[in-house]
Structure formats: C-alpha cells, structure tokens
C-alpha cells in the first residue's frame, strides 16, 4: 500500500509543480483585484481574493478548522506552517481564493455548510462572473464540512480535498476524546477538577497557567501511568516515544476542555457515553474497568449526531489526507469513510492519501499541492487543460 501511495505523490507532485504552477486558459482580470472582505447573510465574515492578472476561471474555497467559542469571531489564520500566506499559494497559481469564518465559533459543522453555500452564491456578485469550477479544501472540522457538501450539494462543487477530518464516524470521533478524558481522570486523579461531560468554567479560564503545568508535572511523575493512557485510549503514539505522551495528552484534553460544554449545548445535552465499554492495556483492566467512571448518553443528543455523519454518497472526486499518526483525529476515520465509499459502490470518485508523520494536520506544503494536484487531474481528467 505504501508504495501505492508513493508514485500517486510522486504523480501528484509533478503535477502541483510542472502544471499547476502556470494558470490555464487565462482570462479577462475582473473590475476587482487582490483581496476584499465582507460580511455574509448569516453573520459570517468572508474574504475573496483575485490574482492581479491571468485568472484562470477556477476558484478554491477554503473551509477552516475548529476554532475555540470563546474567541471573537475572525477570519482563520491563513498563514502556513513554512510562513507562507496560503491566499498568496493559491493566487500563484492561477486561481482564486475564497474563505468564511463561519457565523459563530465552536461545534459548527452545519452552520459552516450554510456559510460556504452562502460564499459559494456571493462570489460572483462580488467578482462579476461565476467561477469555471470550483474546489472547496478543508481541514479537520472544515474536512468534514468539506465532506457532507460534496455528498450533499455535489452540483455546487468541481471536487473537494478534506485534510486530517473525522469524516468516517464522528460518534466515534467523540467518544474518542471521551474516553480519553476519562481514562485520564483514572489514571491521573484529581489533576483536573469536575467532570469529563462537564467543564468547569474555572478549568477553561485558568488551562494554559494552571492546568498545562499540573498535567505535564503529573505524566513526568508518573511515567508508567503515561505509558497506560497510550494504550488504553488507542492514542495514535508508539510505546516508544514517550516525548509524545505529554503533546498527545495536552491535545486531546484541549478539545475535551474547551470543546466540550458549546458541543452538549448544540446537541442538546451530553453525546458520550462509554457504559458498557470495556478499556484494555492497563496493568490490571478488571480494576481499571471497575473503577472507571461511566456516563450514559443523551438520546437527543445521539439524535442529533446523525446530521454530522456522512454517507460515503459521492458523485465527484474527493482527495482525503491523513497522517497515519494524527493524535486528534484518529487515521481510521480516513480508513472508515473509505469502507462507507465503497458500501455505496462510489470508490472511482474516492483518493484517500495517508502520509507516514505523527501529529493533527502535520502536513507539508509540498503533500498538500501534491493532494490537491491529483484532485484537479482527477476532476479534469487530464493535465492539458492545466496547462497555458
């Protein structure tokens, strides 16, 4: 299978450098160049960017992660691991840029797919002509809203590239974080205060001067518990690489402290339930799964999930990028949607790219025009058409 994957990057590659470098078909520049922003319908900001000249028709719309509710709302940081300006990536290459910030922060996967609808509409009032095509790309959170549109509202979108996104089972998704907030709390009692299901609010104020320190003194005291945690959370680190424990327990405890309450609260109470699981890896599971603290879920909020999970109904092309070791969101929810694909005989429209990294979205500029190179060769067929 890795080899499989290696000549598609390699296939990929040649093609984000040799063609999509040089922007095709060049058209008129509309009366509006470089950047503006706005306000949509919704309440949502939105910026759209043009390149100064030589636009080649096509637009990439940018859906980002989760951002934390408590923050103003903003425009998502656009700026790429390497310090490059992601608009200023796109615009290089002959296309045009779009992003949204989404009308509210937190758990807003169904309000974001309203939100790059309404991007989708406003572009051409702005612009003054509709794009050729158009490729939505989206990262973890924005993955799956990536995701559900190009299942839901394919006749909108040329194709679509979800990054590092819990797009095969999002109960799972969260009954991952769940799990490991309990399993925490078992091993590492009374570091951090009140209830998995529940924050405090005292928690959220006071994580990065109280709680960081406290947790990252309670994994060095005790590496032995460390090294159970990995295991019985099926924490994406290798027994190995204990310099990891601690990155992958502030990451997943990040989600669980500042995801959690805004989650119960849009689903309409608490979605984990972990009452008959049954964790394994411990020194000594009977005790462990005695002794564990068990909550039972919500039926509305089990209900309301159903909006949030895809279907694997695809009519266009989808790229999926995951690192094999994504601490956040697991690698099999890549290998899950596959499977949903599949079941629904629409594996031809389906590329899922693994890269060999540890890390949440740790991908490299490079891969990333790599996935997005295959999605434009599969949506266009050929490369010709790529090229001046």
Not at 5 to 15: G, N
Not at 26 to 39: F, T
Not at 286 to 308: E, T
Request: some cysteine; proline content about 7%.
């Amino acid at each position: 299978m890795l080899r499989w994957f290696w000549r598609v990057i390699l296939v990929a590659c040649v093609v984000s450098s040799s063609v999509l470098v040089v922007p095709a078909a060049a058209q008129p520049l509309p009366a509006i160049s470089g950047c503006q922003q706005g306000v949509q319908p919704g309440g949502a900001l939105w910026q759209i960017c043009l390149p100064e000249q030589d636009w080649n028709g096509d637009l990439v719309i940018f859906a980002p992660g989760y951002t934390v509710v408590t923050a103003p709302l903003d425009l998502p940081d656009l700026t790429l691991p390497d310090g490059t300006s992601m608009p200023e990536v796109v615009l290089q290459r002959g296309f045009a840029f779009a992003t949204t910030s989404y009308r509210a922060n937190g758990l807003v996967v169904l309000e974001g797919m309203a939100d790059i609808q309404e991007l989708v509409a406003l572009f051409p009032m702005i612009v003054g002509q509709a794009p050729t095509r158009t490729y939505l790309v989206g990262v973890s959170q924005g993955g799956l809203i990536t995701t559900l549109l190009i299942e839901q509202v394919p006749e909108l979108f040329s194709g679509g590239l979800a990054m590092c996104a819990p797009i095969g089972d999002f109960k799972r998704q969260i009954e991952y974080w769940g799990d490991f907030r309990v399993l925490f709390d078992y091993f590492f009692p009374g570091v951090l205060p009140g209830s998995p299901i529940a924050i405090p609010f005292s928690v959220i104020d006071s994580w990065e001067s109280v709680y960081v320190p406290q947790i990252e003194q309670a994994l060095a005291a005790h590496p032995q518990a460390a090294q159970e945690l990995m295991i019985t959370a099926r924490a994406m680190v290798a027994p190995s690489m204990p310099a990891m424990y601690t990155t992958t327990t502030l990451n997943l405890l990040w989600y669980n402290v500042f995801a959690t309450n805004d989650a119960n609260a849009r689903l309409g109470g608490n979605p984990y339930g972990n009452r008959d699981r049954w964790y394994l890896g411990s020194r000594d599971d009977w005790l462990l799964n005695r002794q564990i603290a068990r909550f039972d879920a919500d039926p509305q909020a089990l209900a309301a999930l159903a909006a949030y999970e895809t279907s694997g109904n695809l009519t266009v092309p989808l790229v999926t990028l995951h690192t094999l070791g994504d601490d956040v969101v697991r690698f099999d929810q890549a290998f899950r949607y596959q499977r949903k694909v599949v079941a629904m005989g629409q594996r031809m429209y389906l590329n899922t790219l693994p890269i060999v990294r540890y890390g949440h979205c740790a991908f490299t500029q490079t891969e990333v025009l790599a996935a997005f190179g295959l999605l434009l060769l599969r949506v266009t067929g050929n490369s010709t058409s790529l090229k001046q």
